[in-house]
Each structure stands twice: as structure tokens, then as C-alpha cells.
């Protein structure tokens, strides 16, 4: 059964005045190491405040650039739920592959052996946001019953070149290109040039909130830079602006809940209708004025449709 669901957010209210926006996940937040492929990643283990019956285990797969960070706003509105939550290989505090692609299908496998060395079963719940959305769709339909069921944020629906985006990009593509043929140390520093984050964090950032907007771009300076090296974000770049969730939407039986921006112009709100339309058990909701940072502008009602979605969609 195919459903839409209508629901019309509004950013964080406040303002000047307002004080900083935090998140305070100490109490919840365990951090391990695990040997996964021949690469130990770092990866939190998120415990909710109290176990009950409805308590269910979300792996989550971040975005391009991210790492864990990014989604503890989230993290933060699901207390009765145990999250897992991987720095994927390269960014963040895990090291790059040494030997495998940092591509769809090697974050895929990764993804597999993540699942297995941690023992987490055919139950478990899997979220992807943005670039972690195509690499959770595709493990997803590849994997027939591994994870139930599948919650995409932000998904890419199309190809990036495709929207109205699609200069921004080609100008992202010829800026990694440059960087990865420069010498390793100008090409890092083009790489994580703060002026460059504070644009794309500018130019993604919907929210008027002064605080929020703050918020929003110290994450960017805090953790938008802390990737391995830059031959490994080159290869996950191609991946994420080649790679889409519509590539395999038709294989995805599982119930697949996609949570979408109005104002995305990365992942635009015809694309999320298209794909919905290809989904086999598909359920869209959108979330007014906010674009392509829902977990950092509107994690409230991102929050309250994946809780709705997971009791209307039990362990099997």
C-alpha cells in the first residue's frame, strides 16, 4: 500500500536572545571501536533512558562529510530507542579503506560486516540521511530481510546533475577534481578551507533562527573537515552525486518511510514523489521550511514520524 502524509513543520522558534543550542547526550553515549574488514571503526552505542517494549535498535548511516554528530539532534528526540551509530570509514574518527573503494558498494559491505560483528539481527531498524541514504536503500535492496524496516531522511532521489542544483554541483565536481590534482597539502587545505564550509553551510541552511543558523554552522566547522584524506572524499563524491535510492526503489519490499525537506534543492520534493511512486511499500512525509538539514533545522517532527512509522511497523 502506497501512502503520502502531509506534515507541515515549522523551523525552531526563538531568536536573538535565545540561548546556545546544545546536545547533551553524555548520559546515553558509549563509544567503541570495531574491527570491521580490516578497518577498526569508531562507532556509539546510544542507550535509551529507559528499556520498554516499544524500545527498538536504529543503525544510522550519515551523510557526505558528516560523521556521527550530525544526527544526535535526532539521537537526542528518540530517548526509548537504542541507536548504533558508525563514523563511516574515512570520515569522522575512522580511518579510510585500505583497500577497497569508498563507493556504494564498498560502504555497503562494510555496512553488512558492521551488522554481523555487532550481532544485530533481521529486527534492526536502518536510517540513512542524504549520501547515507543511497547507501542504506542500496543494502537495503540488496539484503531481502536483513533490517526492518527502513527510514530514509533527505533521501537523493535523483541524480544530483539532474536538479536545480545541477550547476552547484558541476562547480563541486571541478572543485574536488582540483583538489585531488594539487599536492597533498594545498589539496587538503582547498579541501576543509573554512571559507568554502561556511558557503556550503550558508548555502544549505534554511532556518532563519540566529541561534539555530550558529548552530548549525559551528557543526560545519567542527566536523564537515575531519575526513582522511582527499582521495578517499573524491571517490565518496562521485559515489554520492551518481549514486540515487530510485536506482533500486523497486527492489525495496520492506516498508521504507521517507522523511523530505519542501525546500531541498539537493533532494528536490518532485523527485521524493516520483520515488515514493516506485516504492513498493513507500511512505513520504514532508516537513515545511526546511531543506536539506532536516536533523539539524526540524528534528522534532523528523523525530515524530519515525515514531509513528516504527509502531505502525513492529519487530516481525
Same mark, same amino acid.
Given at each position: ?103 556504494? !558498494?564498498?560502504?555497503? *559491505? ?8 555487532? !550481532? ?44 536545480? !542544483? ?145 509502531? *505502525?511497523?513492529?519487530?516481525?
Amino acid at each position: 500500500m502506497r501512502s503520502t502524509t502531509p506534515w507541515w513543520g515549522k523551523g525552531v522558534p526563538g531568536g536573538a536572545g535565545r540561548a546556545p543550542i546544545a546536545v547533551d547526550l553524555g548520559a546515553r553515549a558509549d563509544g567503541h571501536t570495531v574491527s570491521v574488514g580490516g578497518v577498526v571503526v569508531r562507532y556509539w552505542d546510544y542507550a535509551p533512558v529507559e528499556w520498554t517494549p516499544q524500545t527498538r535498535t536504529i543503525v544510522m548511516v550519515h551523510g557526505f562529510r558528516g560523521d556521527h554528530h550530525g544526527l544526535e539532534r535526532v539521537v537526542e528526540l528518540l530517548p526509548h530507542m537504542r541507536i548504533v551509530m558508525p563514523d563511516l570509514p574515512g570520515f569522522g574518527q575512522s580511518p579510510a579503506f585500505p583497500d577497497a573503494a569508498h563507493d556504494i !558498494a564498498g560502504y555497503g *559491505r562494510f555496512l553488512g560486516d558492521f551488522l554481523d560483528a555487532l !550481532a544485530l539481527g533481521r529486527d534492526t531498524v536502518l536510517l540513512g540521511h542524504s549520501f547515507g541514504s543511497i547507501v542504506a536503500g542500496h543494502f537495503a535492496a540488496a539484503h531481502p530481510g536483513r533490517v526492518f524496516p527502513l527510514i530514509l531522511v533527505n533521501p537523493i532521489a535523483a541524480p544530483a546533475l539532474e536538479g536545480p !542544483a545541477g550547476v552547484l554541483t558541476k562547480l563541486a565536481v571541478f572543485y574536488y577534481r582540483v583538489a585531488a590534482r594539487l599536492p597533498a597539502g594545498p589539496g587538503n587545505a582547498l579541501l576543509r578551507n573554512p571559507l568554502i564550509v561556511q558557503a556550503m553551510s550558508v548555502a544549505m541552511a534554511k532556518t532563519r533562527d540566529p541561534a539555530l543558523r550558529a548552530f548549525i554552522h559551528g557543526q560545519h566547522h567542527a566536523y564537515f573537515s575531519s575526513f582522511a584524506d582527499r582521495d578517499m572524499l573524491l571517490e565518496s563524491f562521485r559515489a554520492s552525486v551518481a549514486g540515487t535510492v530510485r536506482q533500486v526503489a523497486e527492489q525495496l519490499t520492506l516498508p521504507t518511510l521517507l522523511i523530505a525537506g519542501a525546500e531541498d534543492e539537493i533532494a528536490t520534493l518532485p523527485s521524493q514523489h516520483k520515488l515514493m511512486e516506485l516504492l513498493p511499500r513507500g511512505e513520504l512525509v514532508v516537513i515545511g521550511d526546511v531543506g536539506h538539514l532536516i536533523h539539524y533545522e526540524t528534528p522534532q517532527p523528523a523525530a515524530a514520524a519515525i515514531l509513528d512509522f516504527l509502531e *505502525r511497523h513492529p519487530p516481525l
